[in-house]
């Protein structure tokens, strides 16, 4: 039995401590559900006390929790690596991708994008520790990458995202996170739009939180472990 009504309850009180001990407004963070292997019910039952924002990693599982919800009017992030003959499914069915890296994939969401729908909200992934074989853009790399994007139809450039390397101390997960926040103001200087900084998980949304994060991306908080 999953304790998901309990455990968003838990989640948004800590995110609300968190907030106010760097004296932010709890609700400039948004909790962003990651409802990747976990099952439809689960997401029922978080949407059912309001839970608006879910994500997910893989297309096929995610498409078809998008359909069964589509009465809901949820909306969903796109937050796994993703492929360039995957983007037409993205580009139709989720509001967010975060995970952009780079130029091909963001032209080819762009001209896939339904019009009708209106333009789809993209983050850039930034590879913050520069560890190699990992998905993201590196930090010299994201101004060039983010005027680019700024071009595209369809598309709107809303911030950056990083999942850094593990660090167990509270101390040391802040580190990472100031400096994908000091390449996202500097970012802001040119892009006056943007205003998302997609950073923070289960184990290091409070010190994601410090450095100003604005969506925290919450899996097995909430949801417990994950089915395999
Ligand atoms: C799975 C995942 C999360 C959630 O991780 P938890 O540790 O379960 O909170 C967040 N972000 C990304 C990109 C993920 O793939």
Redesign the pocket.
Known sequence: MIRVTENLKQVSDLLAISSAAAARDPATVTLLA?S?KQPLDAILEAAATGQRDF?E?FVQEALAKIHETADLDLTWHF??HLQSNKTRDVAKNFDWV??IDNLKTARRLAAQRPAELGPINVCLQVNIDAEPGKSGVAPGDVANLAAACSDLPNLLLRGLMC?PAVRSAADDQQEPFRRLRILFETLQQEHVNLDTLSMG???DYAAAIAEGATIV?????VFGE?QQ
Not at 217 to 221: L, V
């Open positions: 990651v990747k994500g990693n937050i796994g975060h995970t999942l998980m289960s184990g991306r919450i899996g097995t908080a994950r």
